[in-house]
């Protein structure tokens, strides 16, 4: 199994989850406010570093990982870099 944990700029983060959905990702998490720093500067919510992430995180057998990295990756390419995604994969198991 691989875990999925996706970073997207929280003004997009809909269209992540209607595309989870859409991939017959079976179940999936997302943590609505992440504040950070990355690539493209702080995000903490305030006047100096307005904005924030949010983070999906999705368990899917291994063969429907690519698939789905896939489809993140054209969502990607179709909204252009000021979307802001960012895709990790894990190896995982279930283990309760």
């Known amino acids: ?14 269209d992540v989850g209607t595309l989870l959905d859409g991939s ?17 500067g702080r995000k903490l919510g305030t006047r100096a570093f307005p ?5 999906f995180f999705a368990a899917v057998a291994a063969a ?11 969502l990607a390419a179709d909204r252009g870099p000021e979307e802001g ?7 995982t198991q279930e283990v309760l």
């Open 85 to 91: 995604i960012r895709v990790y994969a894990l190896d």
């Open 51 to 55: 904005g924030s992430s949010t983070l």
């Open 1 to 14: 199994m691989k875990m999925l944990l996706i970073f997207v700029d929280a003004d997009h983060a809909e």
């Open 24 to 40: 017959g990702v079976a179940g999936w998490s997302e943590i609505p406010t992440v504040l950070g720093r990355g690539s493209t």
């Open 64 to 74: 429907d990982a690519e698939r789905v990295i896939g489809d993140l990756r054209r």
